[in-house]
């Protein structure tokens, strides 16, 4: 009967050993993957808003539809205005000047090779902005529009949306993402996933985890 009690208390024991191991452990690695996977999130989304800038800078709108918006970058161009002579160069100046020559020329240069510069994407990485990581070809949710601000301005405006429910693993951290979910939403009354930019006004296309 001894034997019988001290085995049963040596198996509470080893119960509660293991239940709050995985109590602090789960917390742990939930915040190891949130923060691994929001890494990979926000730099496809600072791609997509530098692509998306790029597009407004030549056509004064932004776009809401990636089919577009991967074909600028892949085909399209951009015009620069390049100095033909340093300002420092009198002699230089003083020729161009005796010319007629204005001091700058117009070139255009692919988009793809310039707009993410210094950093170089593929034709590949370019046709796979679209993607939120980490899920089963999700796309990011992208909308555009021209809005009218309190001074009677219209200005274009753009946002893209990535939810944690779509790129975190639902599974293995359900309570995990509910709580993050309701935090945000309920007691923050902030979007429950990384974006950036915004439909109601404009803001630089600033993201939220900025």
Known sequence: MKKGIQLLLALVIIGLIYVIAVQIHTPLS?????????????????DIRTAERAFKGK?????????TLIN?????????????VDEDDSVGMAKLKKSGKKNVEKRYVNAIDTIFSPRKLTAE???NLR??????NMEFLLEANNI??????????????APYKAYLDTVAFR????????????????????????????????????
């Open 125 to 127: 990485d370019i046709k």
């Open 175 to 210: 309570q995990q993402i509910i709580n993050l979910i309701d935090d945000q939403v309920n007691n923050f009354g902030k979007y429950a996933g990384l974006k950036f930019g915004s439909l109601e006004g404009g803001n630089n296309e600033a993201g939220n985890w900025e």
């Open 148 to 161: 009218v601000t309190e001074s009677k301005v219209e200005i274009p405006v753009v946002e893209c949306r």
């Open 30 to 46: 939930f915040d190891k993957q949130m923060k691994v996977r929001n890494a990979a999130v926000i730099a496809k989304l600072k």
């Open 131 to 136: 993607y939120i990581p980490y899920t089963d």
């Open 59 to 67: 056509y004064q709108h932004f776009t809401d539809n990636f089919d």
């Open 72 to 84: 600028f970058v892949l085909t399209d161009s951009i015009e620069f205005e390049f100095k033909l």
